[in-house]
């Protein structure tokens, strides 16, 4: 095809711009922010490396991926060095170097920063800057995640963050300056971001002159610009699924239905009197219909799981056992558990109702649908579910967090970058309302899971890694805490012409490569 | 007339001071909090959510929150937004624009529009045009804004071509032509429902005010109609209307969420929901306290007016 040829012009050509449902408000990459925020800070700033869409690292600030094979971790995986690249620029043109790594990472220890997370971070000590390229830092202890944490830390300026009085609420959070393809031009708050091209980017590209990124809140009336061509790319959050049929005819649009790193699932407390036995578990799971709920919910295009990772994944276990649609079974596991219909045709076992409650966000028409299908096909076992769904701001506060659910419909993305350490959600001491530190709300406890876990994050040879994670996909998948149903599938549209979109499972919006995007003439 | 002023002043200092207090109470009643937006982040941990909650001071006893906002409200510090940091007058402020070219050019229309259909329909009382007005503005009152709005949308943008999809202008352009472009829609859809409300009042001010004495009097004494009807009845049918006027003085700067979700347009309603939504308590604190003020100075400013306008009425 013609268009594939089409190469990208020797000067910065042409503007992009992106319709997001969502506003993004977060200009300083180390504070708390969301997807829409990620969204922008990849084009303004680089982290040390990222990750392509392949789930390979790529030297970005640095230039090359510190690896116990080429010397840049120690053996035990406590001695890092990191060779940064020379000649890179800031945006306002003073020279990048190794005290703004070390300033980074300095500052999002600083007890009064508000940094999005720690994670990882906290064992950073010890950072000496051998040269302007090149830094080397102590880990207090072993932890393989941390590179892949490092590839979503994007590199803040110490010459100008460094002379804040306070840099939670420094001007520079709301006028970045980093060494991104994009430099920052304007902000109309409400409406829209202005980025222009970085003629001095130490990397290939930026092709376009200007991208901007216009805040779009109802999806409905994104659709419609897409359509009429005011936006060039739908971005987060995307195409609804009730409009894909309609989206892939519209003349000169690509719509893709690519990957995304979430996960849907039907999570449960395992402390609730029913759902901790696994034989219930296990029914419910042989009476979820889940072909009805992908084709005639989300028609067709998110992918059937029975895990926690995305199939992209390296770490992914393809060898699982596929969930089969088996209402007899489901009926057979429950009668030999010795739960017997009771009352109502709900079954009962030592006086215990075989009842619970069903939550997710309020208002997720899509979400709902497949709450009712649910709930009809367990009805069908003997299975009382009961619908309960409140605003996004309610259930996903203390409701969730606190483990006070019975059981939610929730899509997740537990994998840190390209990690696939979910410590944090599966680890017995990451229950919060048993006073852990985590997002394990299930209350799931399984030693030989802590076991695998600790092994997955201290092991630093990612070929060593492998088997560890795909024995712990295994067994969660049959401990099943949680019913894996689908992975999203994100759906977006670019117009047609617009090169180099790429969507990857690795990152949190699909524009972290508006550096490489171009018009083809 | 300085004493009812003052009066005045000191009733709306004490209404000030309850509208914050309820408006705190019932914002945290409502539960999630501003960092709930994060549970589900990738990468953010409940140990960096809880630092996170105390690093902003979400964890005070919320009497000690209260005070902290209402103190630096009475030096004029009304905080910053706990999402871009930005001070939540700037915030406000960067609003302001867009919400009242909106509203104004709405309101104008249907004012113009309203009145001018009222006074006829009076006048022409159970005439076709009187029917048909009436019929009309039912209508118009029923129809659901995000609906109409996006039948303008499809009709005029996706299908005829005529009208932009939404926004304010396009990127890159920004003369007044392609502002004005972009204004047409949401005006309209807008305006829709005014008008409806305006004629009706307008058609039931005036037909009392034709019946009145005085009228039949200035008819008997050979007056023109015109005359008549221009410089004595309306003039007297506009007098509620100036009450109107100054109630809608929120409204002016309130915006309208709906009509600004469906054109994208970047006005105050939309802030509303937005803040509210994130749970960004400094923005709708400080949102609530100005709208407030709005509603009283309109108030004041309606009666002052009317006082004016009206030699009968005297203010003490």
């Not at chain 1, 079974?329 to 619970?356: C, M, N």
């Not at chain 1, 795909?470 to 894996?484: C, F, G, N, T």
């Not at chain 2, 509208?19 to 990468?43: D, E, K, R, W, Y």
């Not at chain 2, 039948?151 to 392609?178: E, N």
Request: proline share 6%; net charge neutral.
């Amino acid at each position: 095809m013609a268009q594939a040829a089409a190469k990208p012009p020797s000067k910065p050509t042409g503007q992009v711009i992106i319709g997001l449902s969502q506003e993004p408000t977060v200009f300083n990459p180390l504070m708390p922010h969301i997807e829409v925020d990620q969204g922008v800070h990849w084009n303004v700033f680089t982290p040390l490396w990222n990750v392509n869409a392949q789930g390979q690292f790529v030297p970005q600030l640095a230039t090359e991926v510190p690896t116990i094979g080429n010397g840049g971790i120690s053996e035990d995986g406590l001695e890092w060095r990191v060779k940064l690249r020379s000649g890179v620029v800031w945006h306002d043109g003073t020279p990048f170097s190794a005290d703004d790594v070390k300033f980074t990472l300095e500052l999002i220890n600083n007890p009064h920063f508000r940094a999005y997370t720690r994670n990882g971070h906290e064992q950073v000590t010890d950072i000496k800057v051998v040269s302007p390229t090149e830094i080397t830092w102590r880990m207090k202890k072993s932890y393989a995640p941390y590179a892949s944490i490092l590839s979503w830390t994007f590199i803040v300026p110490q010459h100008i963050l460094g002379k804040a009085d306070d840099p939670n609420t420094a001007p520079f959070n709301n006028a970045p300056v980093g060494t991104g393809p994009f430099k920052w031009s304007e902000r109309m708050p409400g409406d829209h971001i202005t980025l222009v091209a970085n003629e001095h980017f130490f990397g290939t590209g930026p092709y376009l002159e200007r991208v901007v990124f216009h805040y779009v809140p109802d999806l409905t009336a994104l659709f419609t610009q897409f359509q009429t061509g005011a936006v060039d790319y739908t971005g987060i959050q995307g195409i609804t699924a009730d409009h894909y049929n309609e989206a892939v005819k519209l003349p000169g649009r690509n719509v893709t239905a690519g990957p995304s790193g979430t996960c849907e699932s039907i999570t449960m407390n395992l402390t609730h009197p029913a759902l901790r036995d696994l034989a219930v578990r296990q029914a419910l799971y042989y009476a979820m219909d889940k072909k009805s709920i992908i084709d005639a919910i989300y028609y067709g295009l998110p992918k059937p799981t029975e895990t926690f990772l995305p199939s992209q994944s390296w770490a992914y276990n393809p060898d699982l056992p596929k969930q089969v649609y088996d209402v007899a079974k489901a009926k057979q596991i429950l009668d030999a558990a010795g739960w017997k219909p009771g009352a109502g045709g709900i079954r009962e076992k030592g006086g215990v109702k075989l009842s619970f409650i069903n939550s997710t966000t309020a208002g997720n028409h899509v979400r709902e649908q497949a709450q009712e299908l649910l709930q009809q096909s367990w009805k069908e076992i003997g299975a009382d579910m009961q619908i309960k769904n409140m605003p996004a701001a309610v259930i996903w506060g203390d409701y969730y967090n606190m483990s006070k659910y019975d059981s939610v419909m929730v899509g997740q993305n537990e994998m840190t970058g390209p990690d696939p350490d979910v410590t944090i959600y599966y680890s017995s001491k990451a229950t919060m309302a048993k006073g852990g530190s985590g997002q394990n709300t299930m209350e799931y406890d399984n030693p030989k899971v802590d076991e695998l876990l600790a092994q997955g994050a201290t092991t630093l040879e990612q070929s060593k890694r492998i088997p560890i994670y795909r024995e712990l996909q295994s067994v969660i998948r049959q401990d099943l805490p949680m019913l894996p149903i689908f992975q999203y599938a994100r759906i977006e549209g670019t117009k047609k012409g617009l090169m180099g979109y790429e969507p990857s499972v690795y990152v949190q919006a699909n524009s972290w490569n508006v550096g490489q995007w171009y018009w083809a003439t | 007339m300085s004493l009812y002023l003052l009066r005045r002043l000191g009733q709306s200092l004490i209404l000030l001071v309850l509208v914050s207090l309820i408006g705190f109470a019932l914002i945290h009643l409502a539960p999630g909090g501003p960092l709930a937006q994060f549970t589900l982040t990738p990468g953010m941990s409940s140990a960096d959510l809880a630092r996170i909650a105390h690093q902003m001071g979400l964890d005070r006893p919320l009497p000690v929150q209260y005070w902290e906002w209402f103190r630096r409200l009475l030096i004029g510090d009304w905080g910053l937004s706990y999402r871009d940091n930005q001070p939540v007058l700037a915030v406000i402020g960067s609003h302001v624009p867009a919400t009242l070219e909106l509203m104004i050019s709405s309101t104008l229309i249907a004012v113009l529009i309203g009145t001018w259909v009222g006074v006829l329909g009076a006048l022409r009382r159970y005439s076709i045009f009187d029917y048909l007005a009436t019929i009309g503005a039912m209508i118009a009152l029923s129809l659901p804004t995000f609906w109409f709005g996006l039948v303008v949308i499809y009709a005029f943008s996706v299908k005829l071509g005529w009208l932009p999809a939404g926004g304010m202008y396009t990127v890159g352009d920004g003369s007044l032509l392609d502002y004005a472009h972009h204004l047409i829609g949401p005006a309209m859809v807008l305006a829709l429902v005014t008008v409806a409300i305006w004629s009706r009042y307008m058609r039931s001010s005036m037909l009392e005010v034709t019946s009145q004495d005085f009228v039949r009097t200035a008819t008997a004494k050979g007056l023109p109609r015109r005359v008549v009807i221009i410089r004595h009845a309306l003039r007297n049918a506009l007098l509620p209307m100036i009450t109107l006027m100054g109630l809608q003085l929120p409204t002016l700067l309130g915006g309208a969420l709906v009509t600004e979700t469906i054109f994208t347009w970047p006005g105050m309603g939309r802030l509303f929901l937005d803040s509210i939504g994130y749970r960004d308590y400094p923005v709708v604190m400080g949102l609530l306290m100005f709208t407030a003020l709005l509603v009283l100075i309109g108030n004041l400013t309606a009666d002052m007016l009317y006082a004016l306008y009206d030699p009968r009425i005297r203010l003490d």
